[in-house]
């Protein structure tokens, strides 16, 4: 199932040119979903939000994401697919990944796949959004200016 979110809807904090970055959220939990996309439309981003795995991969390829927040412990989410087909896209998206595993190994074989981040939760909206707003940037993807909030 995936969430909509209004791209046109005016951002309460960020100063934003041109387009609103979009970033798809894979999570399971309804509630952690709506959080983290309320701190990035805050932010000036546009999140969409999928609650189940099945739906992560039809979604990365429809909505065409800047980039990818996903929890691995997401039922029926194949992390190994989800890297495998966001790097077949035509702009492939950073890859931000939540990783309970916290095993140095793990965290090691997700970066050399193709992940630029990898985080243990639980996850502030600070820490994430700080490492999404610097892979956009790196992205050139176009990144609000945030007030010193976040």
Request: with cysteine.
């Amino acid at each position: 199932m995936l969430s909509p979110s209004p791209d046109d809807a005016p951002s309460e904090r960020a100063d934003l040119v041109g387009p609103r970055p979009r970033v798809l959220i894979v999570q399971a939990d309804r509630e952690i979903a709506e959080d983290q996309a309320f701190h990035m439309r805050v932010a000036g981003l546009a999140p969409a939000v999928v609650l189940d795995g099945d739906d992560a991969v039809d979604a990365l390829e429809r909505l065409a994401p800047d980039a990818v927040v996903a929890d691995m412990a997401t039922p029926r989410l194949s992390t190994a697919r989800l890297i495998r087909c966001a790097r077949e896209v035509r702009r492939p998206p950073g890859l931000i990944i939540v990783a309970a595993d916290r095993r140095q190994s793990v965290q090691i074989a997700l970066l050399r796949k193709g992940v630029e981040h990898v985080l243990a939760p639980p996850v502030s909206a600070g820490e994430l959004l700080g490492r999404l707003l610097a892979e956009l940037r790196r992205r050139g993807a176009g990144t609000p200016h945030l007030g010193s909030r976040f």
